[in-house]
């Protein structure tokens, strides 16, 4: 940040925000990067060998954005708290420490996937090396103590929006912390039978993204649409408290795309199919009510003449729109046509799941995080409207370019294994390496690493972007 001109109520809570995004930024950077070079040994195996496996760099690149997200969704919470309660958040002494402790945390176990990779089979590999459990590979340790940092989290929420003023956006936050803490306890047991194991992981993997996140994501939008656009509360308030009843319920169902392969019943596969795609529509009704309301005031002027319609952040404004609708396309588009029972019997385990999985945690979450850290650069800095840069524009459409790019070739490798490995051969392990071997797969394969090159020059731009944000001229104080 170029410099800091947070004052009033809320000060320190928006600190320790700042604090919080800017972690998350580097975890970002470390996450393009290990996904680069996992990209690159798909395409050369010999890259890095023995240095950097590609199990190594596919688990430090998974758990980078998992770990980069949840750090954001702290800050956002940390920033927007004091400006809808009214008060300082509670117990913000405990919420710094419990920042350096997670961060702390965080770089330890980083710096064991890195130099000691793998351990024996042993209780002594789970609780100091990993788990093994695929996305979240984290060892015990460390799960309880995000567990331990979360419950802070959640006492300081809790605390804060009992004590201040009550808004539909805090309620829902409360309300959603209490099942974003519950639901991480599902990944932190084993169990013997592994179609049991995998039931209660996927309730982690999915539903834990699918419900708590995408209730985090109407929340953070709700706020940013009053912040930057002024819209009605009660209208953004009203289609989030539809998404959530849309994403608790549809969210539970809508896991049952999964649970036909782990040996349940095959009626799970249609009711999966049908609500994992019904997740998205609220929030795209938010936005498309929003900006109606938000368009009919265009020229409109308020009585010292200025025009009410102004952007107050543009580049933050720029992310949230995406959001809206990389939301619909990653999330609902992507994850519906390759869900549909008759389609998942052969794109399952493909590189469609690949190419659904980027681009839904790109357009869910993603960017409506960089929105998010980029009103708190505005607040930071006392800047009252916030124009593009040649960086801000250029960071957008690369990132957003060589992932629509990546999610196509991604795309396409899907069709080759579905149409080679599946289709005409079977299944079997020739199959597979057949698909492997063809050459529209190796073609995408070499796509895909182009793209992830372009985002990474992206996310370059956008870390320039935000260290130089305060200093550029465009802007109105």
């Known amino acids: 940040m170029a410099s800091n001109h947070l004052t009033g109520i809320g000060r320190e809570s928006k600190q320790l925000a ?11 950077g470390a996450q393009l990067l290990f996904g680069l070079v996992a990209a690159i040994q798909y395409v050369m195996p010999a890259f890095l060998f023995e240095v950097l496996d590609f199990s190594v760099a596919r688990m430090l690149h998974i758990n980078a954005l998992v770990v980069w997200m949840v750090f954001a969704m702290f800050g956002a919470v940390y920033w927007l708290l004091p400006d809808e309660t009214g008060i300082e958040t509670v117990g913000i002494k405990i919420g710094k ?3 350096w402790v997670f961060a702390a945390a965080i770089v330890v176990v980083v710096l064991v996937y890195l130099f000691i990779q793998v351990g024996p089979a042993d209780e002594m590999s789970i609780w100091f090396i990993h788990e093994g459990r695929e996305y979240i590979e984290a060892p015990r ?61 996927w309730w982690v993997i999915h539903l834990w993204v699918e419900a708590t996140w ?63 795609a019904l997740e998205p529509l609220p929030l795209v009704a938010m936005f498309i009510h929003v900006l109606y309301d938000w368009g009919k005031t265009q020229g409109e002027q308020d009585a010292q003449g200025k025009e009410v319609s102004v952007i107050r952040n543009k580049p933050a404004f720029t992310w949230f729109v995406l959001n809206a609708f ?10 519906f046509f390759h869900t549909l029972p008759q389609v998942n019997l052969y794109t399952h385990g493909t590189q469609f799941t690949s190419a659904h999985g980027h681009l839904a945690f790109y357009g869910a979450y993603a960017t409506i995080l960089v929105g998010m850290m980029y009103i708190a650069i505005q607040g930071t800095n006392g800047i009252k409207v916030m124009n593009h840069t040649k960086s801000s524009i250029w960071a957008v459409s ?74 550029a001229p465009v802007h109105q104080r």
């Not at 201040?164 to 599902?186: E, H, N, R």
């Not at 539809?242 to 539970?252: H, K």
């Open 141 to 201: 340790w460390a799960d309880f103590g995000i567990v331990v940092v979360a419950l802070g989290f959640v006492a300081n929420l809790f605390l804060t929006g009992i004590k201040g003023k009550q808004t539909g956006i805090v309620t829902v936050l409360m309300a959603d912390m209490i099942a974003f803490s519950g639901l991480y306890l599902c990944g932190m047991f084993f169990t013997d039978n592994i179609s049991m194991d995998q039931y209660w992981w």
């Open 97 to 99: 420490l419990l920042f």
């Open 326 to 335: 990389g939301n619909f396309l990653g999330a609902g588009i992507w994850g």
């Open 18 to 28: 700042t604090w919080y995004f800017t972690f998350a930024a580097i975890l970002f």
């Open 214 to 276: 995408e209730v985090y994501v109407g929340a953070l939008a709700a706020y940013g649409l009053i912040t930057m656009l002024g819209a009605h509360r009660k209208v953004v308030e009203m289609w989030l408290w539809i998404e959530v009843t849309m994403l608790f319920g549809s969210g539970i169902l809508g896991l049952g795309h999964h649970y036909f392969w782990i040996g349940t019943p095959e009626y799970w596969w249609e009711i999966g199919a049908l609500f994992s």
């Open 398 to 471: 690369l990132l957003t370019g060589g992932m629509m790019g990546m999610t196509v070739a991604l795309t396409i490798a899907g069709y080759v294994q579905v149409l080679v490995s599946r289709a005409q051969m079977g299944a079997t392990w020739a199959a597979y390496f057949d698909g492997q071997s063809g050459i529209w797969f190796a073609q995408a394969m070499d796509w895909r690493l182009i793209m992830g090159v372009v985002m990474f020059a992206g996310f370059a731009l956008l870390a320039k972007d935000f260290l130089t944000t305060g200093k």
